[in-house]
């Protein structure tokens, strides 16, 4: 259920700081922390001696110093100090990942090493970028992160879950298109003369009926982009204010997902209370998503059912991310031929199955 080569978002950079930071993703406990000079590293979360989580421990210089019998261990994972000892066994190590920290959060490359391509990484630009104004959030979320895709690439939803933030019935009955590439899924709907749900009156200060649309743009594992402008139906579309919402859905369990989102705009950026409204609806309105997606999550493990047992046209682009996400899936897991001798070519062929879908 689980794409391994992929960058998965573990954190806010400013998260991280003197403490180590546990993190869980795809079943793997982790431990963040910063050594000298605010390098950044991730290990495997798990003393090499009796295997008490090193995040419980405390950060020494560019060590973190394990909690139980002291032994140190460095930002390469290496243990460089044993108290009761000067003789350091060959076996005193623990797993590293390949981690990068960009837009304000932190990245972690969960499969092979040989091929963390930084290239790679979400383009969450909207976030640092001075031409936009953000503000950005988590929850976590007691669902499978495949039911927050599939939330996201319905938005039908808003006109039930949300109706006293961003939604109201013309959400739902506004027709939406599906287009499929080969690295990405877009999901569009164009609403027209509807009245202003109660976020975007605040928001944007449009009262009258307005036009709006949102496109999602769903980047496989679980990023997530929506494009999202309204404008007043008497004008033209050149006077929309539009909004980015962001969100990076990262596994931590088969049943549990860290969910990072952030909202830019580009439209009175220097208005403080403005981006705190932002912050606080945004955070309202995606506990009212957590709230559903928990209850979905618990209603499916009950009866046994699959999550698309009866689906509607609106489905379309949540079963098509489920299929991306499979093929990728099986393309890591089957054999992937290469000229002898070349192990890297084999790394090669894993890493542009990712980027490529059949």
Known sequence: MWIKNAWYAAAFSDAVTVDPVPVTLLDTPMVLFRGDGGRLAVLEDRCPHRSVPLSFGRRVGNTIRCRYHGLQVDTTGACVRIPCQERIPRGAKVKTYPVIERHG?????????????????PDFSYLDDPAWTACVGYHFVEADYRLINDNLLDLSHESYVHDTTIGNDAVAQAPVSVERTQTQL???????KCDPPPFYVKATGFTEPINRWHTTIFTPPATHIIENGSYPATASRNQALERRVLHAISPATRTSSHYFWGVARQYRRGDAALTEYIRTQT????????????????????????PFSLAFETDSGPIQARRMIDQLVASEAAPVPAPAGDNAGTLRSISAQLRSYP
Do not use: N
Request: zero cysteines; glycine letters at 6%; hydrophobic letters at 45%.
């Open 105 to 121: 959060l932190v990245w972690i490359w969960m499969g092979q090493p040989e091929g963390a391509d930084e290239a790679s990484v």
């Open 186 to 192: 877009r999901v569009h709907r164009t609403i027209l």
């Open 283 to 306: 955070a309202a309105t995606f506990d009212q998503d957590k709230e559903i997606l928990e209850l979905q999550q618990q209603a499916l493990a009950r009866s046994g059912k699959p």
